[in-house]
């Protein structure tokens, strides 16, 4: 109770505040402390960003990404190849392939992983809109691009196990050393991963 | 440019909130993803919490503390101690005080601090109030609670210096070892402290 004998408002940010993950009391008190500090629009710009937030986004209703439009941008966009769906787990991952430039077909957004340990399942109806998508769209090939971590690869199979029906090719993202890092520091599963997943070389032909 | 490819109300929210002090676009992104998943009634009472924090509150006229009323719930209790006037830097050390109940006069906050690398003064205006106050309500000492480091210190010497000449005691918090804290632990210069500051064991009687 150490927000005890400051005013209402400021006690309320506060406690508002350190509900937030990975906020703690003393920061959330030296945010707030911030708040009051800094000018009077920049505060109120925060506060109009949070509402703006939750009013003006919803889940795009093809591919769940969070969306202004009920028809999210890329799933409006005509042009981009309805033979490839690609499954991600949050908007993050979206843009980071869209940011990279290299993908042109559709995606499906879960904003959910499996994880049991958090009593966490995949909801069926994800599988559902993912299935419907793949009949409607003759889908030739689902990527499923979910995190290369322990939940990640849960809800990958979770997944692959239940698109499998559909008759369509499963595909997940390459695994192995990330180009740029080194040999030297990768933890001993990316080396397994690494050596399992080893291709031949091909012969230089001169 | 990570928050490329993001829908614009979240685009805007992660700017803004690695606007924060301590906030890094990690920790932006990932604080604006809650916000996005939270269930709506928690996101706006953040919104609101905000928006109330500079539309409720208000500095108190007479001590400059942060207020709901323009008149402090201290400043407007008509029984404590005129005749003490503690000076402190934050609306969080006037709290801290309050909930001590070991202090039953009245406060000034300052709201910053003399630190001369930043280059901030102290500004005239606030030894104008503290000297105001000093001659209306005949003021018989005034504490300087300033925090015991370098700009505390510094702020406390400034001050000092201009309130020496409304010929009023001045006193500083004790400094020494914190009650609690043990010897092996404690820094040098605050062993130094407790050092210069030794007083004469009081001869017990029996």
Same mark, same amino acid.
């Given at each position: 109770?150490?927000?005890?004998?400051?005013?209402?408002?400021?006690?309320?940010?506060? *406690?508002?505040?350190?509900?937030?993950?990975?906020?703690?009391?003393?920061?959330?008190?030296? @945010?707030?402390?911030? $708040?009051?500090?800094?000018?009077?629009?920049?505060?109120?710009? $925060?506060?109009?960003?949070?509402?703006?937030?939750?009013?003006? @986004? /919803?889940?795009? !209703? %093809?591919?769940? #990404?969070?969306?202004?439009?009920?028809?999210?941008?890329?799933?409006?966009?005509?042009?981009?190849?309805?033979? @490839?769906?690609?499954?991600? /787990?949050?908007?993050?991952?979206?843009?980071?392939? /869209? !940011?990279?430039?290299?993908?042109?077909?559709?995606?499906?957004?879960?904003?959910?992983?499996?994880?049991?340990?958090?009593?966490?399942?995949?909801?069926?109806?994800?599988?559902?809109?993912?299935?419907?998508?793949?009949?409607?769209?003759?889908?030739?090939?689902?990527?499923?691009?979910? #995190?290369?971590?322990? %939940?990640?690869?849960?809800?990958?199979?979770?997944?692959?196990? !239940?698109? !499998?029906?559909?008759?369509?090719?499963?595909?997940?993202?390459?695994?192995?050393?990330?180009?740029?890092?080194?040999?030297?520091?990768?933890?001993?599963?990316? $080396?397994? *991963?690494?050596?399992?997943?080893?291709?031949?070389?091909?012969?230089?032909?001169?």
């Amino acid at each position: 109770m150490t927000t005890q004998g400051l005013p209402s408002p400021l006690a309320r940010l506060i *406690e508002n505040l350190e509900r937030l993950p990975g906020i703690g009391l003393r920061t959330a008190e030296r @945010l707030a402390f911030h $708040l009051l500090r800094v000018e009077r629009p920049a505060a109120l710009e $925060l506060a109009q960003a949070i509402r703006s937030l939750r009013e003006e @986004l /919803e889940p795009c !209703r %093809e591919c769940q #990404n969070i969306s202004i439009e009920p028809l999210c941008p890329i799933c409006a966009d005509s042009s981009r190849d309805r033979r @490839l769906l690609m499954v991600v /787990e949050s908007p993050k991952d979206l843009a980071a392939f /869209e !940011r990279s430039g290299h993908y042109r077909g559709y995606y499906h957004v879960l904003h959910q992983k499996w994880s049991p340990l958090d009593g966490t399942g995949l909801e069926g109806s994800a599988t559902d809109r993912v299935l419907a998508r793949i009949e409607r769209d003759a889908v030739k090939e689902v990527i499923l691009a979910t #995190n290369p971590d322990a %939940e990640g690869d849960g809800t990958a199979l979770a997944l692959e196990a !239940r698109l !499998r029906r559909a008759g369509v090719p499963v595909t997940r993202l390459a695994r192995g050393l990330a180009r740029g890092t080194s040999i030297e520091y990768a933890a001993p599963d990316i $080396l397994l *991963e690494a050596l399992e997943g080893r291709r031949a070389q091909s012969s230089s032909s001169d």
